[in-house]
């Protein structure tokens, strides 16, 4: 069985101060994890996805997750924080035999000027 | 690639009426998923397909809610008679294959609401 948690329903920064999004995922298999963000009333876009390779995985707009495995974590991060990271981020679980991701309940992101 | 396309955006109907939620998944993806978001219950799997056939229908509320895919390219969302409690947005999401190649690019949503 895979589940994921988000510690945190919602997390308020200052513009141009660190974002840390955190995700603990549970799972029976090596997993796959996934960070997704969704912009209001827009769908879910992929940010970045682990598969077993580099522990360090970089995504799009300057996000990065760390996999530690001793840690069941894969916690998303950002150095500096802009006004337009304002959205609620998902993480997800699956595995290499999985057909679906199993999400996480949201993190809404705040970002103060 | 257009990305998943889903119609209408919006749809605003009365109770009990029927609504049709349409999707074209990306092409050439085997796998075809239906979400539903709302405030209070999150991100919900309905349903999924996979090469057209419904794997895991268990996220279906009930028997009012119906899911097809008559070939690669088009499924359909449907609710009768429709409840105020169906008010939410739907998501279609579609994935290239299971394991490796199993993340999902999502439409931008089709937002009911049941009045």
């Known amino acids: 069985a895979q589940s994921v948690t988000q510690l945190g329903s919602h997390v308020s920064v200052s513009e141009g101060a660190l974002v840390l999004l955190r995700c603990n995922y549970s799972s029976s298999v090596p997993p796959y994890l996934f960070w997704y963000v969704q912009y209001p009333n827009q769908g879910l876009q992929l940010l970045l996805k682990?598969?077993?390779?580099?522990?360090l995985v970089k995504g799009i707009n300057g996000f990065e997750a760390e996999f530690k495995k001793s840690e069941t974590s894969f916690h998303l991060t950002k150095p500096s924080a802009h006004m337009s990271d304002a959205a609620e981020y998902f993480c997800a679980v699956s595995g290499v035999f999985t057909d679906k991701l199993i999400f996480g309940t949201g993190t809404r992101l705040q970002v103060f000027p | 690639d257009a990305g998943v396309i889903q119609s209408p955006r919006h749809e605003v109907t009365e109770m009990g009426q029927e609504v049709t939620l349409r999707c074209k998944p990306i092409?050439?993806?085997?796998?075809l998923f239906w979400y539903r978001q709302t405030m209070m219950r999150g991100l919900e799997l309905l349903i999924y397909?996979?090469?057209?056939?419904?794997?895991?229908d268990s996220g279906m509320p009930e028997d009012r809610f119906s899911a097809k895919m008559p070939n690669a390219s088009f499924s359909t969302l449907k609710i009768q008679p429709s409840e105020p409690r169906d008010s939410a947005v739907y998501f279609c999401?579609?994935?290239?294959?299971?394991?490796?190649?199993?993340?999902?690019?999502f439409g931008p949503g089709t937002r009911l609401t049941v009045l």
């Open positions: 682990y598969t077993s390779a580099a522990t």
């Open positions: 092409s050439g993806h085997d796998y």
């Open positions: 999401a579609s994935s290239l294959a299971r394991g490796l190649n199993n993340e999902q690019f």
């Open positions: 397909f996979n090469n057209n056939v419904p794997i895991d």
